[in-house]
Structures are given as C-alpha cells and as structure tokens.
C-alpha cells in the first residue's frame, strides 16, 4: 500500500510539472498603483485571460511604474522591458507624431464608446498609425470622460480667467490655451498632484475622476466644467516578438481578450468620474458651470488648432490632414445620429 501512494504521488507531482511547463508565464507593467482604476480594469482583464486559457496563460503584474514609464512605455514595451504594458503614446518625444495629435481631432464623440470606435476608423483608414506602432500589438484602445480645468486656489468662469495661469495641459491643447494667456505646459500626469501642491502649477485640465483616483481633490479648490474633447489612443500593448512567440490557441485567448479589457477600462472609468465628484464635493470643490457661448467660442478655437497640428504634421511627411478632415466627417455624422459611421456618411 505504500508503495501504491508513494506512486500516486509522484504522479501528482509529474503532472502539476507538466502542467506548470505548459503555462506561458508574461509580465505586465504598469505606472500606475494597483489601487487605480486603470490597474482595476487591468485585473479585471488578467482575471479574465487566466480562467479563458485555462491555465495556459499566468499573468504577473508589476505596478506603480516599477518596469516601464509614461515617456518611453511604447519602446520599453518592443523592446521586451515587459510582455505587456500600459502603453501612452500621447506622452511620447518622438516616433509618435500623428498619435500625439489626433486625440485633438474628436470634437463631437463624447463617450467613450464613441471615441474608440472612431479612433478605429482613423487607424484603418491612416497606415501612418501602424508605422508609429511597429513593433506592438495593440491589446485595448482606451478613450476617457471629458476634461474640465481644475484649479489650485483661482476660479475659472470664463475663458478671459485663464490668463496668467500655470496649467498642465495635453500636447494638443498647448496652443489653445497659450492663446488664451495661459502659461500652458505638458507633463506627466503622475507629477501633477506635487506640482499643484507646491504651487508650481495653478491648474490642470483633467476628467473629474481625477479629483479621487490621483488625490487631486486635496490640492485644489475649482472645478470649470469646461467640456474639452477628448481622443482614443491605443492603451494596452504586447511587443510583437513575444506575441508572435506564443501559441495560435494564446493568441486566440488575448484577441477575444481585446473587447473585454476595453469594457472593463469604460466601465471603471464611469465609475470612477461619479466617485472623483462625489470626493470633491467632500473636500469642499467648488463646480463651477460655464456659459454656453464660452463653450462654443472654446470649440472653435480647438478646432482651429486641431486642423493647425495636423497640417504642421507636414513637415514629419506625415498626411495629417486627411486624417483630420476624415474625422471631423465621422464626428458630424455622430452629431447626427449618435452614431460612428466610418467615412461619415
């Protein structure tokens, strides 16, 4: 008889090697903590591939920007610095010039539905976006609730008061902004909250849910609900050698994957807008509503320098412009329908 469980055992622990030898073990990186909701859609991603493969796949996931950065996440991520990662190409030097700037082409999708639908479009329809993601597979395209402008200790209620502010911005409002007399700079969001803490920024243009999910809420009194238009981008990311490394049933488990990381980074992003005010309710933010005129006169000077940024993309040989008429088509056929129809009949 012991004979018998000595063999049992060790057939046990054959098979759990086994099995251990068939599980394809990738890392995935991001900068943020565990705790925000981008890293809670992400687990609820990991979660998802874990059981759908069966064991094949085992994610170990590495936050809080310990593996990758905001700045060079695109070539940390060909490179293998990580299997997979949050990807942010908006905050990226160089090689990344049409994505930097389209976000500023969006005017008119206001969900987040929307926007990735149409950031779809742009992508088919532009081979520049490939060429500015070789070396990736794209895994989730990420779009966002609308931005308003947040502010240490100086309201906003009207365009006229942005003069004279220190404001971090996105890459394609710079222009709008700086025209508007404000001192308009661009950094990463995680260096924000000690910015406007210290008083070396007066203000952010952010989405509400910043005010609880980056603490934002502590370090400042206003909240202009300016609506800025907000673009997609591609979020998530697996350097292609390591995709094409895997098996064709992996591959399977991580495209079918793609909708459902998507859906969860929409859902937590809701989520979290309605907790950001709720948080800065109880703070003590002040919401301060803008004029309708002040919103349109906003729209105009965006789109204006919108179409500006994607004919300077010119001097890079790149057709930015085609790309902003193209999307500026698909967003009036939104505003008529509520729909994204590519080519925007």
């Not at 969006?106 to 088919?124: F, K, N």
């Not at 603490?215 to 697996?238: D, I, Q």
């Not at 793609?258 to 109880?282: D, F, K, L, Q």
């Not at 919401?287 to 940024?309: G, H, K, M, T, V």
Request: proline share 4%.
């Amino acid at each position: 008889m012991k004979h018998i469980w000595i063999a049992v055992l060790c057939c046990c622990i054959a098979c759990v090697a086994a099995a251990q030898e068939n599980t394809r073990i990738l890392t995935y990186a991001s900068p943020y903590s565990p705790n925000h909701p981008f890293s809670r859609a992400d687990k609820t991603w990991i979660q998802w591939v874990e059981e759908q493969s069966e064991g094949n796949l085992e994610i170990n996931a590495l936050w809080s920007g310990a593996l990758i950065s905001s700045e060079q996440s695109l070539l940390e991520i060909r490179h293998g610095v990580a299997d997979i990662g949050l990807i942010t190409p908006i905050y990226v030097r160089g090689g990344a010039h049409l994505l930097r700037v389209q976000t500023g082409f969006y005017g008119g999708a206001e969900t987040y539905e929307q926007q990735v639908a149409l950031y779809r479009c742009l992508a088919e329809a532009s081979p520049q976006y490939a060429r500015e993601l070789e070396g990736l597979k794209i895994l989730a395209v990420q779009g966002g609730a609308l931005p308003g402008v947040l502010t240490r200790d100086r309201p906003v209620r009207s365009l006229e008061d942005l003069k004279g502010l220190r404001i971090r911005v996105p890459t394609e409002l710079l222009r709008v902004l700086q025209d508007l007399g404000a001192d308009a700079v661009s950094m990463p969001m995680r260096d924000v909250y000690s910015a406007l803490a210290k008083g070396v920024l007066d203000g952010v243009v952010a989405p509400a849910d910043t005010l609880k999910s980056l603490h934002f809420g502590e370090v400042a009194s206003y909240y202009t609900r300016l609506k800025v238009p907000r673009g997609a981008y591609p979020a998530r990311a697996m350097g292609l050698r390591c995709w094409l490394s895997l098996s064709d049933a992996n591959r399977a488990v991580l495209d079918a994957a793609i909708p459902v990381w998507e859906a969860a980074m929409t859902e937590e992003i809701r989520v979290a807008e309605t907790a950001g005010e709720a948080e800065g309710r109880r703070l003590g933010v002040d919401f301060i509503d803008i004029a309708p005129e002040e919103q349109r006169r906003f729209e105009a000077l965006y789109e204006a320098e919108s179409e500006r940024n994607a004919h300077d993309l010119g001097r890079f040989g790149i057709d930015g412009i085609s790309v902003f008429r193209y999307a500026r088509r698909i967003a009036r056929g939104i505003e008529r329908t509520g729909k994204v129809m590519c080519g925007g009949n």
